[in-house]
Protein backbone atom coordinates (compact mmCIF):
# COMPACT_ATOMS: atom_id res chain seq x y z
CA UNK A 1 0.00 0.00 0.00
CA UNK A 2 1.59 3.52 -0.27
CA UNK A 3 2.22 5.71 2.18
CA UNK A 4 -0.76 7.72 3.40
CA UNK A 5 0.76 10.23 5.41
CA UNK A 6 1.11 13.72 3.82
CA UNK A 7 4.95 12.84 2.38
CA UNK A 8 3.80 10.33 -0.25
CA UNK A 9 5.50 7.41 -1.28
CA UNK A 10 5.81 5.06 -4.12
CA UNK A 11 5.14 1.61 -3.38
CA UNK A 12 8.58 -0.31 -2.25
CA UNK A 13 8.73 -2.83 -4.88
CA UNK A 14 9.18 0.55 -7.65
CA UNK A 15 11.89 2.11 -4.92
CA UNK A 16 13.54 -1.07 -4.76
CA UNK A 17 14.08 -2.05 -8.33
CA UNK A 18 13.53 1.69 -9.92
CA UNK A 19 10.98 0.26 -12.12
CA UNK A 20 8.69 3.64 -11.98
CA UNK A 21 6.88 3.17 -15.83
CA UNK A 22 5.74 -0.50 -15.06
CA UNK A 23 3.95 1.24 -11.11
CA UNK A 24 2.62 3.32 -12.78
CA UNK A 25 0.57 1.58 -16.07
CA UNK A 26 -2.35 0.23 -13.49
CA UNK A 27 -3.79 1.94 -10.48
CA UNK A 28 -2.29 -0.14 -8.08
CA UNK A 29 -2.62 2.37 -5.29
CA UNK A 30 -3.88 0.14 -2.46
CA UNK A 31 -7.19 2.24 -1.34
CA UNK A 32 -10.70 1.32 -0.70
CA UNK A 33 -10.26 -1.96 0.39
CA UNK A 34 -13.89 -1.85 1.82
CA UNK A 35 -16.27 -0.22 0.26
CA UNK A 36 -15.85 3.76 0.83
CA UNK A 37 -18.23 5.41 3.22
CA UNK A 38 -18.65 9.57 3.55
CA UNK A 39 -20.63 12.29 2.62
CA UNK A 40 -21.25 14.29 -0.86
CA UNK A 41 -23.28 16.82 -1.39
CA UNK A 42 -24.54 16.21 -5.02
CA UNK A 43 -28.44 14.66 -4.42
CA UNK A 44 -29.55 16.79 -1.63
CA UNK A 45 -27.72 20.22 -2.91
CA UNK A 46 -27.26 19.95 -6.26
CA UNK A 47 -25.55 22.71 -8.23
CA UNK A 48 -27.36 25.76 -5.70
CA UNK A 49 -24.91 28.24 -6.03
CA UNK A 50 -26.91 31.49 -5.14
CA UNK A 51 -25.50 32.09 -0.97
CA UNK A 52 -27.69 35.17 -0.70
CA UNK A 53 -30.73 33.41 -1.14
CA UNK A 54 -29.73 30.09 0.76
CA UNK A 55 -26.72 30.34 2.69
CA UNK A 56 -27.43 26.95 4.59
CA UNK A 57 -27.97 25.31 1.38
CA UNK A 58 -25.26 27.12 -1.37
CA UNK A 59 -22.10 24.88 -2.68
CA UNK A 60 -19.05 26.87 -0.83
CA UNK A 61 -16.77 26.39 1.60
CA UNK A 62 -18.61 26.51 4.29
CA UNK A 63 -21.30 23.58 3.41
CA UNK A 64 -18.43 21.64 3.32
CA UNK A 65 -16.62 22.70 6.64
CA UNK A 66 -20.23 22.34 8.30
CA UNK A 67 -20.23 19.08 6.89
CA UNK A 68 -17.12 17.45 8.10
CA UNK A 69 -17.80 19.42 12.05
CA UNK A 70 -21.08 17.41 11.54
CA UNK A 71 -19.79 13.84 10.59
CA UNK A 72 -17.54 14.05 13.88
CA UNK A 73 -19.61 16.12 16.26
CA UNK A 74 -22.62 13.94 15.21
CA UNK A 75 -20.91 10.01 15.74
CA UNK A 76 -20.95 9.49 12.11
CA UNK A 77 -16.89 9.69 11.79
CA UNK A 78 -16.87 6.94 14.81
CA UNK A 79 -19.16 4.37 12.81
CA UNK A 80 -16.81 4.60 9.36
CA UNK A 81 -17.80 7.57 7.43
CA UNK A 82 -14.65 9.88 6.64
CA UNK A 83 -14.67 11.20 3.06
CA UNK A 84 -16.30 15.08 2.84
CA UNK A 85 -16.93 14.93 -1.21
CA UNK A 86 -17.61 17.97 -3.48
CA UNK A 87 -19.55 17.31 -6.68
CA UNK A 88 -20.24 19.39 -9.22
CA UNK A 89 -20.66 23.52 -8.94
CA UNK A 90 -17.28 24.21 -7.21
CA UNK A 91 -15.53 25.70 -9.92
CA UNK A 92 -15.32 29.48 -11.93
CA UNK A 93 -16.32 29.29 -15.44
CA UNK A 94 -13.14 29.61 -17.06
CA UNK A 95 -9.16 27.98 -16.54
CA UNK A 96 -6.89 30.28 -14.94
CA UNK A 97 -5.81 32.18 -18.69
CA UNK A 98 -2.11 31.80 -17.49
CA UNK A 99 -1.52 28.65 -16.32
CA UNK A 100 -4.45 26.68 -17.58
CA UNK A 101 -5.20 25.71 -14.01
CA UNK A 102 -8.66 24.82 -12.61
CA UNK A 103 -10.08 27.58 -10.50
CA UNK A 104 -11.92 27.39 -7.19
CA UNK A 105 -15.16 29.79 -7.53
CA UNK A 106 -13.76 32.84 -5.95
CA UNK A 107 -16.72 34.17 -4.06
CA UNK A 108 -18.12 30.80 -2.50
CA UNK A 109 -14.48 29.25 -1.53
CA UNK A 110 -12.30 32.69 -0.97
CA UNK A 111 -9.56 30.83 0.86
CA UNK A 112 -9.26 27.84 -1.77
CA UNK A 113 -9.19 24.08 -1.63
CA UNK A 114 -5.90 23.77 0.51
CA UNK A 115 -7.44 25.72 3.32
CA UNK A 116 -10.64 23.72 2.69
CA UNK A 117 -8.24 20.09 2.91
CA UNK A 118 -6.60 21.52 5.75
CA UNK A 119 -10.02 21.77 7.68
CA UNK A 120 -11.19 18.54 6.78
CA UNK A 121 -8.16 16.39 7.34
CA UNK A 122 -7.47 18.44 10.54
CA UNK A 123 -11.18 16.60 12.11
CA UNK A 124 -9.07 13.26 10.69
CA UNK A 125 -11.92 12.94 7.91
CA UNK A 126 -10.63 12.94 3.99
CA UNK A 127 -11.43 15.12 0.48
CA UNK A 128 -12.84 14.58 -1.91
CA UNK A 129 -13.21 16.30 -5.03
CA UNK A 130 -16.16 15.80 -8.09
CA UNK A 131 -14.18 16.44 -12.26
CA UNK A 132 -15.12 15.42 -15.55
CA UNK A 133 -14.11 13.52 -18.19
CA UNK A 134 -15.20 15.58 -21.52
CA UNK A 135 -14.71 19.06 -21.87
CA UNK A 136 -17.22 20.32 -19.08
CA UNK A 137 -18.88 19.23 -16.03
CA UNK A 138 -22.27 18.22 -16.41
CA UNK A 139 -23.58 21.74 -14.99
CA UNK A 140 -21.12 23.51 -17.57
CA UNK A 141 -18.06 23.98 -15.59
CA UNK A 142 -14.46 23.20 -17.00
CA UNK A 143 -13.73 19.44 -17.64
CA UNK A 144 -10.31 17.60 -17.77
CA UNK A 145 -10.28 16.44 -21.54
CA UNK A 146 -7.11 18.24 -22.91
CA UNK A 147 -5.76 19.67 -19.37
CA UNK A 148 -5.67 15.52 -17.66
CA UNK A 149 -1.78 15.80 -16.76
CA UNK A 150 -2.28 19.56 -14.83
CA UNK A 151 -5.88 18.59 -13.04
CA UNK A 152 -4.17 15.53 -11.45
CA UNK A 153 -0.98 17.57 -10.63
CA UNK A 154 -3.74 19.96 -8.87
CA UNK A 155 -5.67 17.74 -7.02
CA UNK A 156 -2.36 16.44 -5.75
CA UNK A 157 -0.90 19.92 -4.61
CA UNK A 158 -4.87 20.38 -3.12
CA UNK A 159 -4.23 16.95 -0.61
CA UNK A 160 -7.42 15.36 -1.99
CA UNK A 161 -7.99 12.14 -1.13
CA UNK A 162 -10.82 10.68 -3.59
CA UNK A 163 -11.44 11.69 -7.16
CA UNK A 164 -14.94 11.16 -8.51
CA UNK A 165 -14.79 11.63 -12.24
CA UNK A 166 -17.92 11.75 -14.21
CA UNK A 167 -18.82 11.68 -17.87
CA UNK A 168 -20.81 14.85 -19.71
CA UNK A 169 -19.70 16.23 -22.49
CA UNK A 170 -17.70 13.55 -23.48
CA UNK A 171 -17.07 10.93 -26.76
CA UNK A 172 -18.16 7.31 -25.13
CA UNK A 173 -15.84 5.63 -27.56
CA UNK A 174 -13.08 7.46 -25.78
CA UNK A 175 -13.41 6.31 -22.40
CA UNK A 176 -12.28 3.18 -22.07
CA UNK A 177 -8.79 4.68 -22.81
CA UNK A 178 -9.26 7.96 -21.31
CA UNK A 179 -10.58 7.15 -17.94
CA UNK A 180 -7.54 4.16 -17.39
CA UNK A 181 -5.27 7.43 -18.65
CA UNK A 182 -6.49 9.33 -15.73
CA UNK A 183 -6.43 7.08 -12.91
CA UNK A 184 -2.37 6.33 -14.47
CA UNK A 185 -1.68 10.14 -14.02
CA UNK A 186 -3.28 10.34 -10.38
CA UNK A 187 -1.27 7.37 -9.66
CA UNK A 188 1.96 8.98 -10.83
CA UNK A 189 1.34 12.02 -8.59
CA UNK A 190 2.52 10.03 -5.91
CA UNK A 191 -0.57 10.83 -3.93
CA UNK A 192 -2.79 8.13 -2.66
CA UNK A 193 -5.94 9.30 -4.27
CA UNK A 194 -9.68 6.81 -4.68
CA UNK A 195 -10.64 6.44 -8.24
CA UNK A 196 -14.44 6.87 -8.78
CA UNK A 197 -15.00 6.24 -11.97
CA UNK A 198 -18.29 6.78 -14.23
CA UNK A 199 -17.79 4.75 -17.71
CA UNK A 200 -20.08 2.43 -17.13
CA UNK A 201 -23.34 4.33 -16.44
CA UNK A 202 -22.73 6.28 -20.14
CA UNK A 203 -21.76 3.07 -22.09
CA UNK A 204 -24.97 1.32 -20.53
CA UNK A 205 -27.14 4.40 -21.54
CA UNK A 206 -25.54 3.25 -24.85
CA UNK A 207 -26.34 -0.33 -25.25
CA UNK A 208 -22.60 -0.93 -24.31
CA UNK A 209 -21.81 -3.57 -22.15
CA UNK A 210 -18.63 -2.27 -19.75
CA UNK A 211 -15.26 -3.55 -19.55
CA UNK A 212 -15.27 -4.93 -16.38
CA UNK A 213 -11.27 -6.27 -16.09
CA UNK A 214 -10.59 -2.99 -17.46
CA UNK A 215 -12.55 -1.36 -14.76
CA UNK A 216 -11.27 -3.33 -11.82
CA UNK A 217 -8.23 -2.61 -12.84
CA UNK A 218 -7.79 1.11 -13.13
CA UNK A 219 -11.13 2.17 -10.86
CA UNK A 220 -11.56 1.83 -7.21
CA UNK A 221 -15.39 2.16 -7.27
CA UNK A 222 -17.51 2.90 -10.36
CA UNK A 223 -21.10 3.91 -11.19
CA UNK A 224 -23.19 1.14 -12.84
CA UNK A 225 -26.28 3.32 -13.68
CA UNK A 226 -28.90 6.07 -13.35
CA UNK A 227 -28.46 9.06 -10.67
CA UNK A 228 -30.57 8.15 -7.44
CA UNK A 229 -32.94 10.82 -7.43
CA UNK A 230 -34.66 10.98 -4.03
CA UNK A 231 -38.08 9.03 -3.82
CA UNK A 232 -38.77 4.89 -3.37
CA UNK A 233 -39.38 4.31 -6.81
CA UNK A 234 -35.69 5.32 -7.86
CA UNK A 235 -33.92 3.43 -5.25
CA UNK A 236 -36.12 0.21 -6.26
CA UNK A 237 -35.44 0.54 -10.04
CA UNK A 238 -31.17 0.67 -9.18
CA UNK A 239 -32.45 -2.18 -6.91
CA UNK A 240 -34.16 -4.04 -9.47
CA UNK A 241 -30.69 -3.07 -11.88
CA UNK A 242 -28.31 -5.04 -9.82
CA UNK A 243 -30.79 -7.60 -9.56
CA UNK A 244 -31.74 -8.07 -13.22
CA UNK A 245 -28.06 -7.83 -14.58
CA UNK A 246 -26.45 -9.53 -11.26
CA UNK A 247 -25.02 -12.39 -13.26
CA UNK A 248 -22.75 -10.19 -14.97
CA UNK A 249 -21.75 -7.41 -12.77
CA UNK A 250 -21.48 -9.36 -8.93
CA UNK A 251 -18.57 -11.07 -9.62
CA UNK A 252 -16.61 -7.99 -10.16
CA UNK A 253 -17.14 -6.11 -6.86
CA UNK A 254 -14.44 -6.87 -4.24
CA UNK A 255 -11.38 -5.63 -2.43
CA UNK A 256 -10.09 -2.48 -3.32
CA UNK A 257 -12.81 -2.58 -7.06
CA UNK A 258 -16.83 -1.89 -6.27
CA UNK A 259 -19.70 -1.65 -7.90
CA UNK A 260 -21.57 1.92 -7.01
CA UNK A 261 -25.56 2.17 -6.59
CA UNK A 262 -24.88 6.02 -6.27
CA UNK A 263 -26.14 7.37 -2.90
CA UNK A 264 -27.44 7.30 0.28
CA UNK A 265 -30.27 9.40 0.19
CA UNK A 266 -31.39 8.25 3.73
CA UNK A 267 -32.52 11.72 5.96
CA UNK A 268 -33.75 13.80 2.76
CA UNK A 269 -37.63 14.22 2.09
CA UNK A 270 -38.61 11.05 -0.46
CA UNK A 271 -38.11 7.91 1.61
CA UNK A 272 -40.19 6.89 4.73
CA UNK A 273 -38.90 5.13 8.00
CA UNK A 274 -39.61 1.56 6.52
CA UNK A 275 -37.58 2.58 2.58
CA UNK A 276 -35.12 4.50 4.51
CA UNK A 277 -34.21 0.54 6.46
CA UNK A 278 -34.63 -1.04 3.30
CA UNK A 279 -32.18 1.46 1.24
CA UNK A 280 -29.08 0.87 3.84
CA UNK A 281 -29.96 -3.03 4.33
CA UNK A 282 -29.79 -3.73 0.47
CA UNK A 283 -26.73 -1.53 -0.28
CA UNK A 284 -24.61 -3.68 2.53
CA UNK A 285 -25.55 -6.70 1.07
CA UNK A 286 -24.42 -5.23 -2.57
CA UNK A 287 -21.13 -4.03 -0.86
CA UNK A 288 -21.98 -1.00 -2.03
CA UNK A 289 -20.27 2.59 -1.36
CA UNK A 290 -22.05 3.96 1.49
CA UNK A 291 -21.83 7.78 1.00
CA UNK A 292 -24.68 9.76 2.23
CA UNK A 293 -26.26 13.03 0.50
CA UNK A 294 -28.23 15.02 3.06
CA UNK A 295 -28.40 17.66 5.28
CA UNK A 296 -26.77 16.09 8.51
CA UNK A 297 -27.93 19.21 10.78
CA UNK A 298 -31.55 18.00 10.25
CA UNK A 299 -31.33 14.59 10.37
CA UNK A 300 -33.92 12.87 12.78
CA UNK A 301 -33.14 10.66 15.09
CA UNK A 302 -34.13 7.47 13.96
CA UNK A 303 -32.78 8.08 10.93
CA UNK A 304 -29.37 8.28 12.38
CA UNK A 305 -29.81 5.54 14.12
CA UNK A 306 -30.57 3.51 10.50
CA UNK A 307 -27.39 5.33 9.23
CA UNK A 308 -24.90 4.63 12.28
CA UNK A 309 -25.86 1.00 12.67
CA UNK A 310 -22.72 -0.76 13.40
CA UNK A 311 -24.06 -4.13 12.79
CA UNK A 312 -25.03 -3.12 9.04
CA UNK A 313 -22.28 -1.10 8.59
CA UNK A 314 -20.02 -3.90 9.65
CA UNK A 315 -21.83 -6.13 6.83
CA UNK A 316 -20.97 -3.63 4.08
CA UNK A 317 -17.78 -3.04 5.43
CA UNK A 318 -16.65 -7.53 5.44
CA UNK A 319 -13.70 -7.92 4.70
CA UNK A 320 -14.32 -10.72 2.25
CA UNK A 321 -15.67 -8.01 0.00
CA UNK A 322 -18.29 -10.26 -1.74
CA UNK A 323 -20.92 -8.07 -2.81
CA UNK A 324 -24.48 -10.26 -2.16
CA UNK A 325 -27.29 -11.25 -4.85
CA UNK A 326 -31.03 -11.54 -4.88
CA UNK A 327 -31.47 -15.41 -4.64
CA UNK A 328 -35.08 -15.93 -5.24
CA UNK A 329 -38.73 -14.14 -4.90
CA UNK A 330 -41.97 -15.79 -3.45
CA UNK A 331 -45.23 -13.76 -3.10
CA UNK A 332 -43.24 -10.71 -3.20
CA UNK A 333 -41.07 -11.05 -0.74
CA UNK A 334 -37.49 -10.99 -2.28
CA UNK A 335 -34.75 -12.59 -0.55
CA UNK A 336 -31.14 -10.99 -0.67
CA UNK A 337 -27.93 -12.92 0.38
CA UNK A 338 -24.43 -12.02 1.17
CA UNK A 339 -22.02 -14.49 2.16
CA UNK A 340 -19.59 -12.92 4.79
CA UNK A 341 -17.50 -13.89 8.03
CA UNK A 342 -16.63 -15.40 9.77
CA UNK A 343 -16.41 -18.18 8.20
CA UNK A 344 -15.80 -21.80 9.57
CA UNK A 345 -13.08 -24.44 9.50
CA UNK A 346 -14.88 -26.38 7.31
CA UNK A 347 -15.40 -23.37 4.69
CA UNK A 348 -18.88 -22.45 5.61
CA UNK A 349 -20.05 -19.13 5.32
CA UNK A 350 -21.74 -16.68 7.57
CA UNK A 351 -24.27 -14.50 5.92
CA UNK A 352 -26.82 -11.45 6.08
CA UNK A 353 -30.05 -12.20 4.77
CA UNK A 354 -32.38 -9.20 3.94
CA UNK A 355 -36.02 -9.68 3.22
CA UNK A 356 -37.55 -7.25 0.93
CA UNK A 357 -41.48 -6.81 0.54
CA UNK A 358 -42.74 -5.72 -2.99
CA UNK A 359 -46.12 -5.50 -1.63
CA UNK A 360 -48.27 -2.67 -1.08
CA UNK A 361 -51.43 -4.72 0.49
CA UNK A 362 -51.41 -2.30 3.37
CA UNK A 363 -50.40 -4.94 6.86
CA UNK A 364 -47.03 -6.39 7.21
CA UNK A 365 -46.70 -10.04 5.82
CA UNK A 366 -45.66 -12.99 7.27
CA UNK A 367 -43.54 -15.00 5.11
CA UNK A 368 -41.95 -18.75 6.20
CA UNK A 369 -38.92 -20.52 4.68
CA UNK A 370 -36.96 -23.20 5.18
CA UNK A 371 -33.32 -22.16 5.94
CA UNK A 372 -31.99 -24.31 3.08
CA UNK A 373 -34.60 -23.08 0.73
CA UNK A 374 -32.05 -19.84 1.37
CA UNK A 375 -28.91 -22.11 0.57
CA UNK A 376 -28.10 -21.79 4.20
CA UNK A 377 -26.46 -25.53 4.68
CA UNK A 378 -24.38 -25.61 7.19
CA UNK A 379 -24.62 -29.46 9.14
CA UNK A 380 -24.10 -27.53 12.36
CA UNK A 381 -26.62 -24.82 11.46
CA UNK A 382 -26.65 -21.00 12.11
CA UNK A 383 -26.77 -18.25 15.14
CA UNK A 384 -29.63 -15.67 13.87
CA UNK A 385 -29.23 -11.82 14.94
CA UNK A 386 -32.17 -9.38 13.34
CA UNK A 387 -29.39 -6.62 12.74
CA UNK A 388 -31.98 -3.69 12.99
CA UNK A 389 -32.28 -4.88 17.24
CA UNK A 390 -28.79 -4.73 18.37
CA UNK A 391 -30.06 -6.92 21.09
CA UNK A 392 -31.50 -9.51 19.29
CA UNK A 393 -30.41 -13.34 19.44
CA UNK A 394 -33.16 -15.69 17.93
CA UNK A 395 -31.70 -19.03 18.45
CA UNK A 396 -29.90 -21.51 16.88
CA UNK A 397 -31.16 -22.82 13.37
CA UNK A 398 -30.36 -25.81 11.58
CA UNK A 399 -30.57 -25.82 7.56
CA UNK A 400 -34.27 -27.97 7.88
CA UNK A 401 -35.23 -25.33 10.05
CA UNK A 402 -38.37 -23.18 9.24
CA UNK A 403 -37.53 -19.22 9.84
CA UNK A 404 -40.45 -16.91 9.92
CA UNK A 405 -40.10 -13.00 9.02
CA UNK A 406 -42.71 -10.21 9.06
CA UNK A 407 -42.27 -7.73 6.76
CA UNK A 408 -43.79 -4.43 6.30
CA UNK A 409 -44.76 -3.07 2.91
CA UNK A 410 -42.06 -1.41 1.24
CA UNK A 411 -40.27 -2.48 3.87
CA UNK A 412 -37.36 -5.14 4.90
CA UNK A 413 -35.84 -7.14 7.57
CA UNK A 414 -32.54 -7.62 7.79
CA UNK A 415 -30.31 -10.50 9.95
CA UNK A 416 -27.00 -11.94 10.31
CA UNK A 417 -27.16 -15.78 10.19
CA UNK A 418 -23.80 -16.61 11.92
CA UNK A 419 -22.46 -20.30 10.90
CA UNK A 420 -20.99 -22.17 14.18
Known sequence: MLNMNKTWALPFSCLLFGLLLSCVQGLENGLARTPPMGWMHWERFRCITDCEKYPDECISEQLFKRHANLLVSEGYASAGYEYVIIDDCWLEKDRDNKTNKLVPHLERFPNGLNSLADHIHGKGLKFGLYQDFGTNTCAGYPGVIDHMALDAETFANWDVDYVKLDGCYANISDMAAGYPEFGRLLNRTGRPMV?????????????????????????????????????????????????????????HAGPGHWNDPDMLILGNYGLSYDQSKLQMAIWAVLAAPLIMSNDLAVVRPEIKEILQNRDIIAVDQDPLGIQGRRVLMKKQIEVWRRPITPVTLQREYSYAIAFVSRRADGAPYSITFKLKELGLLNVDGYNVKDLYASDSNLGLFSSDSLFTTRVNPNGVTFYKFTAL
Request: hydrophobic residues 25%; aromatic residues 14%; charged residues 30%.
Open 195 to 251: YSCSWPAYQEEEGQVPDYESLKEHCNLWRNWNDIDDSLESVMQIIDYFGKNQDRIQP
